[in-house]
Structures are given as structure tokens and as C-alpha cells.
């Protein structure tokens, strides 16, 4: 019965988890930039590649949520 909270808290943390390493991500790229100017091109790349990296990390979360739930609906489901 406590399945389903459980997989919600862990959807969750793994969205809280991605949006905070994003913040962290462009505060560096950013301090990054303002440090080296001449290299903001390449930390630009790098900058958009993680931020790509970890929202796809992000979206994977989404339907192995979902997934766990539907292999786990019947369980939910009164026994009649």
C-alpha cells in the first residue's frame, strides 16, 4: 500500500535533485564567463551540454515512474 507514496517521493527528489544541479550549473557557467570572457564560447557548450544532460536524467525519471505504477496498478486495485 505504501508503494505508490513512495514512488511519488522519489519522482520527486529526482525533479528537485535536476532542477537545483541546473541552478548550480549556470551559477558556475556564469561565474565561469565573468571570470574568462574570452573563454565564454566554449563554457557556453559545455554549460548547455550538461544542462541537457541532466534535464534528459530528469525526464527518464518521469516514465519510470510511471512505468513502476502501472506493473504495481493491480496491487492498488480492492480484491473483490
Same mark, same amino acid.
Given at each position: 500500500v505504501l508503494q505508490a507514496p513512495s514512488?511519488?517521493?522519489?519522482?520527486?527528489?529526482?525533479?528537485? +535533485?535536476? +532542477?537545483?544541479?541546473?541552478?548550480?550549473?549556470?551559477?558556475?557557467?556564469?561565474?565561469?564567463?565573468?571570470?574568462? $570572457?574570452?573563454?565564454? $564560447?566554449?563554457?557556453?557548450?559545455?554549460?548547455?551540454?550538461g544542462l541537457v544532460l541532466i534535464e534528459t536524467l530528469v525526464i527518464y525519471a518521469l516514465p519510470i515512474t510511471i512505468i513502476i505504477l502501472m506493473v504495481q496498478w493491480g496491487n492498488y486495485l480492492p480484491k473483490a
Amino acid at each position: 500500500v505504501l508503494q505508490a507514496p513512495s514512488e511519488a517521493i522519489a519522482g520527486s527528489l529526482a525533479v528537485i +535533485a535536476g +532542477a537545483f544541479c541546473q541552478a548550480k550549473a549556470v551559477s558556475a557557467g556564469c561565474e565561469g564567463i565573468s571570470r574568462n $570572457p574570452a573563454g565564454a $564560447p566554449h563554457i557556453r557548450f559545455l554549460l548547455i551540454f550538461g544542462l541537457v544532460l541532466i534535464e534528459t536524467l530528469v525526464i527518464y525519471a518521469l516514465p519510470i515512474t510511471i512505468i513502476i505504477l502501472m506493473v504495481q496498478w493491480g496491487n492498488y486495485l480492492p480484491k473483490a
